[in-house]
């Protein structure tokens, strides 16, 4: 099995929550970084959030102290806590992983925000 799988998206109100997870397979979770990105219509592909398997986390700043990436090792998953919701965190969230050289993409879970 070679797949990231998003899931967790749908339509929230501004401030309110929202948790999107990623199923990974086992050799894909196994790399060093994984993380997540998100694409809003008519802009570029952005880094949200990644983690390493220590736990070590970045944040891209329009998310800082809102968002919140973990994993889960165990259970081959990785999640994103999205708080405090603006409008401008509408976009397709994906989830990534770096292996053995290569780069994984999932297909990507819609996350609409309205005011």
């Known amino acids: 099995q070679v797949q990231l799988v998003e899931s967790g998206g749908g339509f929230v109100q501004a401030g309110g929550s929202l948790r999107v997870s990623c199923a990974a397979s086992?050799?894909?979770?196994?790399?060093?970084?994984m993380g997540w990105y998100r694409q809003a219509p008519g802009k570029r592909r952005e880094l949200v959030a990644s983690i390493n398997k220590s736990g070590n986390t970045n944040y891209a700043d329009a998310v800082k102290g809102r968002f919140t990436i973990s994993r889960d090792n165990a259970q081959n998953m990785m999640y994103l806590q999205m708080n405090s919701l603006k409008p401008e965190d509408t976009a397709v969230y994906y989830c990534?992983?770096?292996?053995?050289?290569?780069?994984?993409w999932g297909q990507g879970t819609q996350v609409t925000v309205s005011s």
């Open positions: 086992r050799s894909i979770f196994s790399g060093n970084v």
């Open positions: 990534n992983a770096y292996h053995m050289g290569v780069v994984y």
